[in-house]
């Protein structure tokens, strides 16, 4: 596996609004009874682009992934994904992306190998392709080995690489990850960032994640949206939001603390705080 490649591996993509579009909403909301989760979202993904939605806890980016992702249902405003209404043309939608949750969810009960089978009768892959587009997907995760042990034995890691590998099977034009590297170690993290990378390269994969690792964030999204309670309060690349600010040498989460306010203890960065928090969770 290679290091994560830095920021000159960059796609091309247009710094402000995107020309060409696979993603888009308008005025997206989601309301829990009275409770507004999100709140008027107005995003645009060009294909191929890597776009990361930022934000604090709670910020309302799973509620949005599960918006474009048909699994709930928006209070108002509309969102395409591939030029397809995300409610009035559901299925569609679905054919069209592929989703890691933010929580993991893959059958520990089951190998990887039967996990996969699962996902690939789901896909309505054809069963004559199925054996090869499964062995394709685990080459591609470098989980040939595992493929027969019961997932219970995996690693964070290597359930990861395999939720990635199932929601690749179909081969998505777009990939929602949510939260893909939550409580990895700093090794397995490389890794799914780096097949993240080669999805896009290798397939022009569109990816559009969330993170709470915003030096990540920085070398591997195009652009990305910082949420507040709801709302977006800043969008772009990462390097027009950093030279926006009044600092020299701004880092992203300068970025993040300017716009969302956070308030942390004197000399604790949200980056360590993220860390922190990741490091005391455990999956699975
Ligand atoms: N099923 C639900 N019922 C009621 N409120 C919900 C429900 N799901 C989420 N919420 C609320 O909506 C808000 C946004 O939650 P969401 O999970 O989208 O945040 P998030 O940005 O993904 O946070 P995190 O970084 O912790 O994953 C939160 O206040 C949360 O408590
Ligand atoms: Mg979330």
Redesign the pocket.
């Known amino acids: 596996m290679t290091k994560l490649t830095g920021r000159a591996d960059r796609l091309e993509t247009p710094t402000n609004f995107p020309k060409s579009v696979i993603l888009e909403t308008q005025e997206l909301t989601h309301r829990?009874?009275k409770?507004t989760?999100?709140d008027g979202l107005n995003i645009s993904v060009a294909p191929g682009e890597v776009f990361g939605l930022l934000?604090?806890?709670?910020?309302?980016?799973?509620?949005?992934?599960?918006m474009l992702t048909t699994l709930l249902p928006p209070s108002s405003g509309r969102a395409t994904i591939a030029g397809y209404d995300v409610t009035h043309q559901s299925q569609a939608v679905r054919r069209a992306i592929g989703y890691v949750p933010?929580a993991l969810s893959a059958d520990g009960s089951l190998t990887g190998y039967e996990n996969l089978l699962i996902f690939a009768k789901l896909y309505d892959i054809p069963s004559k392709r199925r054996q090869q587009r499964i062995r394709d997907v685990l080459e591609f995760m470098g989980l040939e080995e595992a493929a027969h042990r019961l997932v219970r034995n995996y690693s964070g890691g290597m359930i990861r690489k395999l939720e990635i590998a199932q929601s690749i099977l179909h081969r998505p034009q777009i990939m929602f990850l949510?939260?893909p590297t939550v409580g990895l170690d700093p090794v397995a993290r490389s890794q799914v960032w780096n097949l993240v990378q080669e999805l896009r390269a290798d397939y022009g994969t569109t990816i559009f994640l969330?993170t709470?690792f915003l030096e990540e964030a920085d070398s591997l999204c195009n652009r990305v949206a910082i949420?507040n309670r709801?709302k977006v309060i800043a969008t772009g690349t990462p390097t027009d939001l950093k030279a926006g600010l009044d600092k020299p040498n701004a880092t992203l989460d300068d970025v993040f603390i300017q716009y969302t306010g956070a308030e942390l203890a004197s000399g604790v960065s949200y980056h360590d705080t993220a860390r922190t928090r990741r490091n005391a969770q455990r999956l699975g």
């Not at 934000?55 to 599960?66: E, F, W």
């Open positions: 829990f009874d409770f989760a999100v934000g604090p806890n709670g910020a309302g980016k799973s509620t949005v992934i599960k933010q949510d939260e969330t709470h949420m709801g």
